[in-house]
């Protein structure tokens, strides 16, 4: 019998994507899910057995980025960046995929091994939208599998997905976020100085992006961590750059793989706006419109004012006898 190998398996994306569904339906424990009550801050662990190994799964907390200090970023940046996942799973919300993606190309700058796992694809079919995920598997580089968490049976191709990529049997083609030519060979530069302390040359040149950002809480930890000692003028507006590039990626990849299918309600709406502003029937239902308000205001009124006025006189006696009894 072959060896039981154990592999570490990371869960990450943003807030109420589904991790924390995946990572019960995987390891069938009990991990609180839910809107907000539900939020995972600390990493929950669970195992799970697949053809004779064993495969650690931790639950990373939801983030909408990886660049900020804030306690959850911390921890999810920390466990990609030191742990040495054999993959990184990241779910992705199919019915808000462009916020979605802008984590995506975060960690795709960090690590090779990552599948994306495009959660909720029911609730983007209520929506009326459909997602390539064909061509987003060629636009990100990585294996892409689309699940609907709360059904366990679609999560197979994925737990097939997580096997393949823990035994080197995919390729990966990530394109990484390129700079102008003099910033690029700073970068270069630094890569070359970090590869001495850490071998993987993908998370090396995340580094030395971060070291030339100069954010100094990152900064340190990774100096700590991997021991580097390289002095290194942080390069200006560079953090904002790194957002701004991955942010127009993300756009234009969403926009080549979600297509919307339920464009009635679009058109009805396009319809309706079309005749209210055009010059032809735009100024003429204005003007019933208008005709209208001013009828009821002088004449339409005095009709519910003139049955008011029957019901009071009608009664009067009966309600003038209560009043005064009193
Ligand atoms: N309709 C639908 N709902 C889902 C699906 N997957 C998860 N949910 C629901 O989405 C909500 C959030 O799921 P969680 O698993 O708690 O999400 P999470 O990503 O762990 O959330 P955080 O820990 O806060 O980041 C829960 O109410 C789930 O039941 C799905 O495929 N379809
Ligand atoms: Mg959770």
Same mark, same amino acid.
Request: charged letters at 30%.
């Given at each position: 019998?072959a060896?039981t190998? !154990?592999?570490?398996? #990371?869960l ?5 994507v ?8 995987l ?10 009550a539900g939020? =995972?801050?600390?990493n929950?662990?669970?195992?799970y ?5 064993i495969?650690?799964v ?17 921890? #999810?940046?920390d466990?990609?960046?030191? @742990?040495n #996942?054999d993959?990184i +799973?990241?779910?992705?919300?199919a019915?808000?995929l462009e ?5 995506v ?9 990552i599948?994306?796992c +495009? ?13 390539? &995920?064909?061509?987003? @598997? ?8 689309g699940?609907?968490?709360?059904k366990?049976?679609t ?8 096997? !393949?990529?823990c035994?080197?049997e ?13 910033? /690029? ?8 100085? +970090?590869e001495?302390n850490?071998?993987n040359?993908?998370l090396? $040149?995340?580094?030395?992006i !971060? ?6 809480k990152?900064?340190?930890k990774?100096?700590n961590e ?8 942080p390069?200006?507006?560079l953090?904002e =750059?790194?957002i701004?590039?991955?942010m127009? /990626?993300s ?10 299918e339920?464009?009635?309600?679009? !058109?009805?709406? @396009?319809k309706i706006?079309?005749i &209210? ?15 209208? +308000? ?6 339409g009124a005095n ?5 008011l006025?029957?019901f ?12 005064? $009894?009193h």
């Amino acid at each position: 019998m072959a060896n039981t190998k !154990k592999y570490k398996i #990371a869960l990450s994306g943003n807030p109420n994507v589904g991790k924390s569904t995946i990572f019960n339906a995987l390891t069938g424990m009990h991990q609180h899910t839910g809107n907000w009550a539900g939020k =995972t801050v600390a990493n929950a662990r669970g195992e799970y057995k697949y053809n004779n190994n064993i495969y650690e799964v931790v639950d990373l907390p939801g983030t909408y980025s990886l660049m900020s200090n804030s306690e959850e970023e911390e921890i #999810a940046r920390d466990y990609i960046c030191f @742990e040495n #996942a054999d993959c990184i +799973v990241i779910v992705a919300d199919a019915s808000n995929l462009e916020r979605n993606l802008n984590l995506v190309k975060q960690i795709l700058e960090m690590q090779e091994n990552i599948i994306i796992c +495009v959660n909720l694809l029911d609730e983007a079919k209520k929506k009326g939208m459909k997602i390539d &995920l064909n061509m987003l @598997e060629q636009e990100l580089g990585v294996p892409v599998v689309g699940v609907i968490a709360k059904k366990r049976k679609t999560l197979k191709k994925l737990i097939d997905t997580i096997e !393949k990529v823990c035994n080197f049997e995919l390729k990966t083609s990530i394109e990484s976020t390129k700079y102008d030519k003099n910033v /690029e060979n700073y970068i270069i530069k630094v890569q070359r100085e +970090v590869e001495r302390n850490v071998k993987n040359s993908k998370l090396a $040149r995340w580094i030395a992006i !971060k070291l030339l950002e100069g954010n100094e809480k990152i900064v340190g930890k990774i100096k700590n961590e991997f021991n580097i000692d390289i002095k290194i003028e942080p390069i200006e507006n560079l953090a904002e =750059t790194t957002i701004e590039k991955i942010m127009e /990626e993300s756009e234009k990849i969403c926009k080549k793989v979600v297509k919307l299918e339920k464009q009635n309600y679009n !058109k009805r709406d @396009e319809k309706i706006d079309k005749i &209210l502003t055009s010059k032809m029937t735009g100024i003429p239902i204005m003007i019933l419109f208008l005709t209208l +308000v001013f009828w009821i205001t002088i004449v339409g009124a005095n009709y519910p004012s003139e049955l008011l006025s029957k019901f009071f006189s009608r009664y009067r006696r009966k309600v003038n006898g209560i009043l005064c $009894r009193h």
